[in-house]
């Protein structure tokens, strides 16, 4: 699983907006075990947007996203990884750096032949559609038929390229009605 995912974030140009943004986009999700919905639903902050059903935080050790689903909320803490090229956090500010986004979503669509970055955010089909061109590149079958993209995968072989957390900060699933709303 770890060698599937390396070899579908080796397949984008990390010279590009869309390519820095793709591969936070497939890094977040897999450290994360997030859904596409999830993954497109966060906000760089708390209350930033009306359609935003989560956001980040970026810590020194790693980054804590906290969601709103089903049954709640919920908050993944992800460490940082061990070496730049696959740390989902490093990835993550990355493309916050790069594409100068200071408030709202936090993946949005790259416009203007991949020179711009727009105020929209991008909706699951086209996190799918990502997962299934990466995947395709990189030769990884299994993948790319899969209709939740990044969610079912397991989370523990991750630890191989992520260094694991101090245990007061491993990864967690926490849902909880005593978390703050947003407004």
């Known amino acids: 699983m770890v060698e599937d995912i390396l070899a579908m974030i080796e397949t984008l140009d990390r010279g590009t907006l869309r390519g820095l943004r793709d591969r936070a986009m497939l890094l977040i999700?897999?450290?994360?075990?997030?859904?596409?919905?999830e993954i497109v639903s966060l906000d760089l902050k708390a209350d930033q947007t009306e359609d935003g059903r989560g956001w980040i935080e970026i810590l020194d050790k790693g980054m804590l996203i906290t969601l709103r689903g089903k049954t709640g909320w919920r908050e993944v803490e992800i460490g940082r990884g061990s070496a730049h090229v696959t740390c989902p956090v490093a990835a993550i500010e990355t493309w916050i750096k790069f594409a100068r986004?200071?408030?709202?979503?936090?993946?949005r669509r790259v416009?203007?032949?991949?020179?711009?970055?727009?105020?929209?955010?991008?909706?699951?089909?086209?996190?799918?559609?990502?997962?299934?061109r990466a995947a395709v590149a990189a030769g990884v079958v299994a993948i790319s038929a899969r209709p939740s993209g990044l969610q079912n995968f397991p989370v523990t072989p991750f630890a191989q390229v992520s260094p694991p957390l101090p245990?007061?900060?491993s990864v967690m699933y926490k849902n909880s009605s005593a978390m703050p709303q947003p407004k």
């Open 29 to 37: 999700g897999y450290a994360g075990g997030l859904r596409r919905s």
């Open 101 to 107: 986004l200071a408030h709202g979503p936090l993946f």
């Open 111 to 132: 416009t203007g032949q991949g020179k711009a970055v727009g105020s929209e955010r991008l909706n699951d089909k086209e996190v799918a559609r990502l997962v299934k």
């Open 167 to 169: 245990k007061s900060t």
